[in-house]
C-alpha cells in the first residue's frame, strides 16, 4: 500500500510552515524581553464599525460555501498561526487536503494527510482520509498505485468495514472510467458477496453507497454500464443502482418522465433491494410534483376471437388476463384493449384506439397484418405481431416481431448439429412444396453461414406417400466425390454383394409434419441408414402431442426446436402454472404463455412516445431483459427478433428436452454400432470365400487360422452387439 515515502515531500508541507514559526516567534519574544518592551495592542474599533471576522470562521465560512481557493488559503493560515485545540488541528488538516485535492494542489494535500496521521495515527481508519490520498496520488499520475491502495483497504479485514466497501467502490469507479466495466461489475460483486452480517444492512449501505457514487458520473459512463446489463441479472446488485440512477436522470425531464416512471415502477416492484426504501426515496418526490402519466400500461392486442382461429386467440388473452392481474397485484398499472379481428369493423376500431394506448400485440394471420400495414395503421404506434414474418414490412423499422421465425428454428437445429458436435456435412430431405422448399433453401443458407455444406438433397410429392421410397433410396445413396468432384466407387464385400450404404453426410434436415416423418425415417433404416442426427421443425410438437404410438426407436437420435416447455423451471414458467391451477383455467401452453409474456413485454416496454423506430429499438432493448416463460426472444439493435428456442427429442410418451451430453454419447455409439456392423459384414463375406476354399481343397496352416480368427470375432461381435441392444433398450 503506498505511504507517505512512496512521494516526495513537499518544502512547504504544514509541519515545515509550523517549525518556521515556532522558530520566528522564539526569536520575537526573545528579542522583546531583552528590551522590556510590551507588545502593540489592536486598538478597539469605533462604535457602529463591523468586527472582522476571526480566521477560523472565514476558513469555516469559505469551506461551506465551496471555495476552495479561499478554503486552502485560510486553513493553511490557519494551521500556521497555530494554537488549535486538537480537534480543530485534525478539521483543519482534513479540509486543507481536501481543498487542495480540488485544486490540484497534490503535494499540499499529501503533506497535510501525513500531518495529521503523524498526529492521529487512528485517521487511518477513516475514509474521509483515503479519499483524499486516492484523489492526489491520481492527480500525479499515480493511478496503479491508487488502485494497489484501495485493494489493499477492500481485501484488509482488520479495517472497518464502511472503509473497506467505500474503497471497493472507488476501486470500481476507477475501473468503469478506464472502460474495464466488466472488472467493475467484477469488483463489486465481490464486495457484496463478501459482506458481513448482518446482510441486509451491509448490502444496504453498499446500494446506498454505489447510488451516491453514481450520481456524479458522466452521462456517457452510466449508458455504458446501462448496455451491459445482462437480461438474467438485471433484477440483482450492482444492476439495479445503476438503472436506478438512469430513471432518476430521466425523470429529470418532463418529456422523459413517462419512461421514468415506468422504470422506477418496475424497480420497486421487481427489483431484489436490502434497503427497500431506496426506490420510494427517489420515486416519492417526483409524484408529488408530477402526475401518474395517464399513458402508463395502456397496451390493445387485435386477435381473431372467433372463427377457425378464435380458440388461439381466446388462449392468447388467457395469458394477457393472467399477466394483467399479476401487475395490477404488484401495484403496477396495466390496461388492456382487445380488438376482434374476426369481427365486423375491426380496421375502424383499431383506427379509433386513443392515444393512451401505446404498443398493439397482433395480429395472428399474415393476411389481417397486411391489411393493417397497408392501411397505415402501423404509423400510428408500434405493432408486434405474432408472425414469423412481415411480408413486405420492414422488420424493426414498420412494425416488430413477437414470435419465431423459421430462421430461428433452423438456427437452434444448427446450433446443436454444427456448434456443438462439429457437424458439417449435411442433407435435406423436404416435401415439394412451398413451406418445404422455402425452409430448406434456409437451412442452406444458414449452414453455409457456418462453414457448413449440404451435400445432398432430395424432395418427395406431399400428397403421394407411395412414392416417397425413391427419393430416399436416392438420398442414402448418394455418393461420395472425391477430391476432384468426380463419385467415388462404391465399395463392395468380397462376394460382391454392395456394402450398406455410405452418404456423405451425418445429419439430415426434414422440413415436414410429424406424420409424414414417421413414414418416411423408417425408410432410413430400411435402407440401412440408421445413424443419422434428424432434425425436424417446431410443427412436429402438435404431431407427437396427438400421437399415442410412437415407435420411439427410429427416433432415437431426433431432434426439433420449440417455443414452449410444459416444465420449464423459470420463474415466470411457474408463477403461470400456479395462477393458472388456482383459477381452475387448466395448464398453460405455448399460446398462453405468448400472452402472458406480450403482456410483461409491453409493460417493461413502457410508453413509447414515438413510432421513430430507433426509439422503439432502444425501448425493446430494455425490455427484452423480462424473465420469459417460453423461449427468450431478443433483438438486435435494428429491431430483428431472434428466438432461442428449446430443443426437444421425441419419446414413447411425448417429447422431453435434449440432454445434448447424453445425445452426443448415443450418436457416437449407434455409428460405432454400425461401423462393426459393417465389418461384421466384410468378416462374414471373407468367411465364407475362404470356407469354399477349404471345400475346394486348398488347404493350409495360415488359412485355417484365418478362418479360427474370423469365427472368433464374429461370435464375440454376436455378443456385444446382444449386450448393446439391451443397453440402448434401457435408454
Known amino acids: 500500500m503506498p505511504m507517505k515515502n512512496a512521494r516526495d515531500r513537499s518544502p512547504y508541507s504544514p509541519a515545515a510552515r509550523y517549525a518556521a514559526l515556532f522558530l520566528m516567534l522564539l526569536f520575537l519574544v526573545t528579542a522583546l524581553g531583552c528590551g522590556k518592551k510590551s507588545l502593540p495592542t489592536t486598538p478597539e474599533p469605533m462604535p457602529g464599525t463591523p468586527r472582522a471576522l476571526p480566521l477560523d470562521q472565514r476558513a469555516e465560512n469559505a469551506w461551506k460555501a465551496k471555495d476552495y481557493g479561499e478554503s486552502e488559503m485560510l486553513y493553511a493560515r490557519l494551521l500556521e498561526r497555530g494554537g488549535l485545540a486538537a480537534a480543530d488541528e485534525r478539521l483543519a488538516l482534513m479540509r486543507l487536503g481536501q481543498s487542495a485535492v480540488k485544486n490540484g494542489h497534490a503535494h499540499i494535500a499529501l503533506d497535510a494527510l501525513d500531518t495529521l496521521a503523524t498526529t492521529d495515527p487512528t485517521v487511518r481508519d477513516a475514509w474521509d482520509w483515503h479519499i483524499i490520498f486516492a484523489d492526489a496520488m491520481d492527480l500525479l499520475g499515480k493511478r496503479d498505485e491508487v488502485r494497489q491502495h484501495l485493494t489493499g483497504l477492500l481485501h484488509d479485514t482488520s479495517r472497518p468495514w464502511e472503509l473497506r466497501f467505500k474503497a471497493g467502490i472507488t476501486l470500481a469507479r476507477l475501473q468503469w472510467v478506464d472502460q474495464e466495466l466488466d472488472n467493475a461489475m467484477r469488483t463489486l460483486d465481490g464486495i457484496y458477496a463478501n459482506s458481513p452480517e448482518p446482510a441486509e444492512l451491509s448490502h444496504g449501505q453498499l446500494e446506498r453507497a454505489l447510488a451516491v457514487e453514481l450520481r456524479d458520473e458522466r452521462a456517457d459512463i452510466l449508458d455504458a454500464l446501462v448496455d451491459i446489463i445482462p437480461p438474467s441479472r438485471q433484477n440483482e446488485f450492482p444492476y439495479t443502482i445503476i438503472r436506478l440512477e438512469k430513471a432518476r436522470r430521466l425523470a429529470q425531464s418532463e418529456d422523459t418522465w413517462s419512461s421514468a416512471w415506468h422504470s422506477l415502477n418496475r424497480l420497486s416492484r421487481e427489483g431484489n433491494f436490502a434497503d427497500k426504501g431506496l426506490v420510494s426515496s427517489i420515486l416519492a418526490p417526483l409524484l408529488e410534483q408530477r402526475d401518474v402519466p395517464e399513458e402508463a400500461g395502456g397496451i390493445a392486442l387485435a386477435l381473431p376471437l372467433s372463427g377457425p382461429y378464435g380458440e388461439i386467440g381466446w388462449k392468447i388473452l388467457r395469458g394477457a388476463g393472467v399477466a394483467q392481474w399479476r401487475i395490477l397485484m404488484q401495484g403496477g398499472h396495466m390496461n388492456i384493449r382487445v380488438i376482434n379481428t374476426a369481427a365486423h369493423g375491426w380496421q375502424q376500431k383499431l383506427a379509433a384506439l386513443p392515444d393512451t394506448i401505446r404498443v398493439v400485440g397482433g395480429p395472428l394471420r399474415i393476411s389481417t397484418f397486411k391489411t393493417i400495414h397497408a392501411n397505415g395503421l402501423t404509423d400510428g404506434r408500434p405493432y408486434f405481431a405474432f408472425l414469423p414474418s412481415l411480408g413486405s414490412a420492414r422488420e424493426g423499422r414498420d412494425a416488430w416481431r413477437f414470435f419465431s421465425s423459421p430462421q430461428d428454428q433452423v438456427s437452434t437445429l444448427l446450433d446443436l448439429a454444427v456448434d456443438t458436435y462439429g457437424i458439417t456435412d449435411l442433407a435435406a430431405l423436404h416435401p415439394d412444396e412451398p413451406f418445404g422448399t422455402r425452409l430448406t433453401e434456409i437451412f442452406r443458407a444458414e449452414a453455409e453461414a457456418r462453414l457448413a455444406s449440404v451435400n445432398a438433397t432430395e424432395s418427395y410429392p406431399p400428397s403421394a406417400p407411395t412414392k416417397w421410397g425413391a427419393p430416399v433410396r436416392r438420398l442414402v445413396n448418394t455418393p461420395k466425390l472425391d477430391e476432384n468432384g468426380e463419385e467415388q466407387q462404391k465399395p463392395v464385400l468380397a462376394n460382391g454383394d ?20 414417421e413414414q418416411l425415417v423408417p425408410q432410413l433404416f430400411f ?104 423461449a427468450p426472444i431478443q433483438w438486435d439493435d435494428a429491431g430483428k427478433a431472434h428466438q432461442q428456442m428449446f430443443l426437444f427429442q421425441p419419446t414413447s410418451s411425448g417429447f422431453v428436452p435434449v440432454d445434448k451430453d447424453r445425445l452426443k454419447a448415443r450418436l457416437d455409439r449407434v455409428r460405432a454400432q454400425h461401423a462393426e456392423r459393417v465389418q461384421m459384414l466384410k468378416d462374414k463375406s471373407e468367411l465364407e470365400e475362404l470356407k469354399k476354399l477349404l471345400k475346394d481343397g486348398n488347404t493350409s496352416g495360415t488359412l485355417d487360422q484365418r478362418v479360427r480368427t474370423l469365427l472368433e470375432k464374429l461370435n464375440r461381435r454376436a455378443d456385444e452387439t446382444g449386450a448393446d441392444a439391451q443397453q440402448d433398450s434401457l435408454q
Open 498 to 517: 454392395p456394402l450398406p450404404p455410405n452418404p456423405p453426410f451425418k445429419a439430415l434436415f426434414m422440413p415436414d409434419g410429424w406424420a409424414q416423418a
Open 527 to 630: 435402407y440401412d441408414e440408421d445413424r443419422l442426427l434428424l432434425m425436424g421443425p417446431s410443427l412436429w410438437a402438435q404431431g407427437i402431442a396427438r400421437d399415442n404410438d410412437i415407435e420411439a426407436r427410429y427416433f432415437r437420435l431426433a431432434v426439433f426446436p420449440g417455443a414452449w416447455w410444459d416444465d420449464n423451471p423459470s420463474p415466470a414458467a411457474q408463477q403461470l402454472r400456479t395462477a393458472l391451477e388456482q383459477d381452475g383455467l387448466g395448464a398453460p401452453d405455448f399460446w398462453i404463455a405468448l400472452g402472458y409474456d406480450f403482456v410483461h413485454f409491453a409493460q417493461a416496454l413502457g410508453p413509447v412516445k414515438s413510432t421513430w423506430s430507433s426509439r422503439v429499438n432502444s425501448a425493446v432493448h430494455d425490455a427484452q431483459s423480462i424473465t420469459w416463460s417460453m
